[in-house]
């Protein structure tokens, strides 16, 4: 008999692999990530994520933001 | 008023004093002399210049209308469409375009008013910077400090005004293009109410926030040109119908009915102290004792900031897909992360968009002007990476939209006024006001000319 698996510490305080994230969500997307930018998007992406962790909490509300289309 | 002011020069050529063309060729000279150290024009237009100068004086000596503006030298970022020219937007990939077949919007409504283009201006490669240190061009140089930068993105406009090159320029402001150079030059930069003027012919950065709007060396050629440039659009879907608002006619209503309020909290804090001193100037003057707080700015910076970033990358995504070494090495990360944006971050920022509106709109039922610093510190050195800020080393660049984000994340109207007393370099003040309201600004900006609290910093 094996032993149980370790149990996965909570996802929110798991530290996001953003690296990892760039190198298979860029090709899904047609990008080629030149090897002397990885480490520049993939540090300007952890910005951007962290500043979505910054919204991502606060609340708005029933805010409605359907863009506006006029016929 | 300076001796570089628009208007003069306009007043100057209708009376016959000087023609078009001799103010032409002046001012081609002074950009073949001194752009070379400043380095703000990527095109220079003389010979269709002379040509339209020649036209105003033709049609002065026909007893014909020139417009409000003839002969006025002016010069365009080089995001605006200009007929016969490839608009490079700061970039070199563009450079491999068709020449633009017809003018921007609002540069056809200057030249309609008489005035001469004279070129077009360097820029952060696709408006995404502050400093304006483009890799393809060369970095623009402050007239006033030629190894610290002119801010960004419309830094080649803030330069060539402030340097006297031009009286008169027009920037793009997305997230702070037109304030942040306007401030480190030591000039006058207006960005209107969100749709307020056409973008149309202006290559777009984030397209929630694009704005567009002029730089000059005083307030009535700040209020000429915007009133030449306003009315609406059709080939701008964002461009408001609302019946243009003439301001140049109201630089004498004075303050007395306006309420004044010091914006405190984010806009009070981590800057520089000359900065919080000139705006305490700015309100002593106007008898401002009232201090407001608007909520959240860091959020908001946050949500405009990947906004800003994922609908960047969307208007690059083939060069991105098929070029990306031949972007700008201080923009290509930026877009390629922004490209990576997920979608629910985008809404979720734009979900933020519309709570701190409505914040902004609970404040400014209270008051009609709101003042707070441009920039938390002056010019920064070309090449400078980190400043501290607080106690703390932080990336420099970023640091420039500290608090001119937040106003543009969601519309408003701001002057970014020149403080008189700034030295050795220039700091500016944002006046701003509700939105569809830019007549509130130019009057208290004019009072505060008219006070010599606020005045163009012009290197000779």
Known sequence: MSAPPEPSPPASTQAPDVARFVDEVAPLLGLRIPPECR???????????????LLGDFPVGDTETAPVFKP | MTPADALGIAADIRARRVTAREVTARTLEGIRARDPSLNCFTDVLGDSALHDAES?????????EPGSLAGVPFAVKNLFDVAGVTTLAGSRINAGHPKATRDATVVARLRGAGAVLLGTLNMD?????????????????????????????SGGSGAAVAAGLVPLALGSDTNGS??????LCGVFGLKPTYGRLSRSG??????SFDHVGPLATSVRDLAAAYDVMQGPDVTDPVCTDRPMEACLPRLEEGTGDLRIAV???HFASRGEPDVFAAVERVAKALGAERRVTIPENDRARAAATIITAAEGASLHMDDLRSR?????????????????VPAALYVRAQRFRAWYRERVREIFREVDVLLAP?????ALRIGQDTITVAGAQVPARPMLGLYTQPLSFVGLPVISVPAAGARPLPLGVQLVAAPWNEAALFRVAAVLERAGVVAAHIAG
């Open chain 2, 125 to 153: 490669e696709y408006a995404f910077g502050f400093t304006t240190e483009n890799s393809h061009h060369g970095p623009t140089r402050n007239p006033h400090d030629l190894t610290r930068v002119a801010g960004g993105s």
């Open chain 2, 263 to 265: 914006a405190d909290g």
């Open chain 1, 39 to 53: 480490e520049g998007v993939t540090r300007n992406l952890a910005g951007l994520l962290a500043a979505g962790a």
């Open chain 2, 374 to 378: 441009t920039t938390p510190f002056p």
């Open chain 2, 178 to 183: 037109i304030r942040v150079p306007a401030a």
């Open chain 2, 324 to 340: 990306p070494l031949d972007f700008d090495p201080m923009t290509r990360d930026r877009f390629l992360a922004g490209a990576l």
């Open chain 2, 56 to 64: 105003v004086d033709a049609a002065l000596a026909g007893g014909g």
């Open chain 2, 202 to 207: 202006a290559a777009l950065f984030g397209m």
